[in-house]
T-cell receptor, first 112, second 112 residues
Framework: DAGVIQSPRHEVTEMGQEVTLRCKPI?????LFWYRQTMMRGLELLIY????????DSGMPEDRFSAKMPNASFSTLKIQPSEPRDSAVYFC??????????FGPGTRLTVT | GEDVEQSLFLSVREGDSSVINCTYT??????LYWYKQEPGAGLQLLTY?????DMKQDQRLTVLLNKKDKHLSLRIADTQTGDSAIYFC????????????FGKGTKLSVIP
């Protein structure tokens, strides 16, 4: 299995631009998670999907952030408009039993 | 204070044992996890332990749980240079919960 796939691996954009991060979970997994990692705050859960349905989005920082999961094999995290404080590494993880979360390699986002 | 605390750095010589410690505050935590993050990569699940267990061993890895003191440790026997990474402790607060609370991570440096 290829594992969780994320794209792009690196994204550099200017403040105010729209950013879309993509994730393909492991086939057969029914849970998907988006995390953000920064030096100051560590790893934070942004949103959790189960069977393609958003269950908990309480970690989404503000309305500028949105996430979708149109089918079992694809999810997006969108930031519009982006701000410098959104600079971080964004991880997608998937799970088949909620106890074992498998992480993707992450997308390093830099907003200038 | 933080829910999950770890020391930030640990340095050991190749061939020695490494012990990475973690304390957590929530006595209702049910699963406790160790993840490994290599530079530029996502988090890799190493092992996890259920709160009714005291110890779990998997090849070179030994996890010890002291539930009374809310203390978790990861021992790596015969530490190799390939073990150099950041190690994260995490807890889930309820049976079947998807919510993981991560520590800030311990950076393990292995000296050849």
């Amino acid at each position: 299995d290829a594992g969780v796939i994320q794209s792009p691996r690196h994204e550099v954009t200017e403040m105010g631009q729209e950013v879309t991060l993509r994730c393909k979970p492991i086939s057969g997994h029914n849970s998907l998670f988006w995390y953000r990692q920064t030096m100051m705050r560590g790893l934070e859960l942004l949103i959790y999907f189960n069977n393609n349905v958003p269950i908990d989005d309480s970690g989404m920082p503000e309305d500028r952030f949105s996430a979708k999961m149109p089918n079992a094999s694809f999810s997006t995290l969108k930031i519009q408009p982006s701000e410098p404080r959104d600079s971080a590494v964004y991880f997608c993880a998937s799970s088949f039993n909620r106890y074992e979360q498998y992480f993707g390699p992450g997308t390093r986002l830099t907003v200038t | 204070g933080e829910d999950v605390e770890q020391s930030l750095f640990l340095s050991v010589r190749e061939g020695d044992s490494s012990v990475i410690n973690c304390t957590y505050t929530d006595s209702s935590s049910t699963y406790l996890y160790w993840y490994k993050q290599e530079p530029g990569a996502g988090l890799q699940l190493l092992t996890y332990i259920f709160s009714n267990m005291d110890m779990k061993q998997d090849q070179r890895l030994t996890v010890l749980l002291n539930k009374k003191d809310k203390h978790l440790s990861l021992r790596i026997a015969d530490t190799q240079t390939g073990d150099s990474a950041i190690y994260f402790c995490a807890e889930s607060k309820a049976a079947g919960s998807y919510q993981l609370t991560f520590g800030k991570g311990t950076k393990l440096s292995v000296i050849p």
